[in-house]
């Protein structure tokens, strides 16, 4: 079973909704992960959280917001989504951002549909 | 920049053989990182393995083992005595000894293991 929980599973909102995508960790990891993954595509970086502070945004369109409230929770604020942002939407966290300790593990993920 | 290519898309064995699946990578970075992951049809990415560039003791786990060769940029990953479980997209994958720890991920080879 995985470590790392993501609620929900499934989404689906419209354009004019606000949601938000939960990912909580009880490992201990100092840092999580935002993906993002397109159907037959790899996982596409969205951000990185290290310390609870934000070291990398991948140039992510302002409608999604990160946020790291504390080391276990992850979340990913959503307003005014477009159809092309449903996908499969992945947390991750591993025990540091470099060096060996760099394995990411990853939750289940939320499916999410924007109609 | 660095990249990762798994040019088998899709390979579809019977149960009990054989498989292995190529990764090549490339990166003008001396100190990286390579990783494996499986994800099933549930859409969680489950953590294989990872191996570090000055490190090339290949590996054996069970009925995984993979194997690392520097001299041609290679991370190929065997699954001996396949079994239906086993299907499911594999990923490879490459990370810099560098802080942030931004997975750059292959295109996924989609295996299926047939009664």
């Known amino acids: 079973d995985t470590e790392v929980t993501q609620t929900p599973k499934h989404l689906v909102m419209g354009m004019t909704n606000k949601k938000s995508l939960k990912c909580e960790q009880h490992?201990?990891?100092?840092?999580m992960y935002w993906y993002k993954q397109k159907a037959k595509k790899p996982p596409e970086l969205m951000f990185v959280?290290?310390?609870?502070?934000?070291?990398i945004n991948e140039s992510v369109p302002s409608r999604f917001s990160p946020e790291c409230p504390n080391s276990s929770l992850l979340n990913l604020h959503l307003h005014a989504l477009q159809p092309e942002d449903s996908a499969l939407y992945l947390c991750?966290?591993?025990?540091?951002?470099?060096?060996?300790?760099?394995?990411?593990?990853f939750g289940q993920g939320t499916r999410l549909t924007v109609v | 920049a660095q990249k990762v290519t798994q040019a088998q898309t899709e390979i579809s064995v019977v149960e009990k053989e054989d498989v292995t699946l190529d990764c090549v990578y490339e990166?003008?970075?001396?100190?990286?990182?390579l990783f494996w992951y499986k994800q099933p049809p549930s859409g969680e990415l489950v953590f294989l393995i990872r191996?570090?560039?000055?490190?090339?003791q290949n590996e054996i786990s069970g009925r995984y083992s993979w194997n690392f060769q520097k001299s041609t940029s290679s991370f190929n990953f065997t699954i001996t005595a396949s079994q239906v479980v086993d299907s499911a997209v594999y990923f490879c994958?490459?990370?810099?000894?560098?802080?942030?720890?931004?997975?750059?991920f292959g295109t996924g080879t989609q295996l299926k293991v047939e009664l």
């Open positions: 991750a966290s591993s025990q540091g951002t470099g060096g060996a300790n760099t394995e990411a593990f």
């Open positions: 490992m201990g990891h100092r840092a």
């Open positions: 959280y290290s310390y609870e502070k934000l070291s």
């Open positions: 990166t003008r970075d001396t100190t990286y990182y």
């Open positions: 191996r570090n560039s000055f490190d090339e």
């Open positions: 994958a490459l990370s810099l000894g560098g802080g942030g720890n931004k997975l750059t």
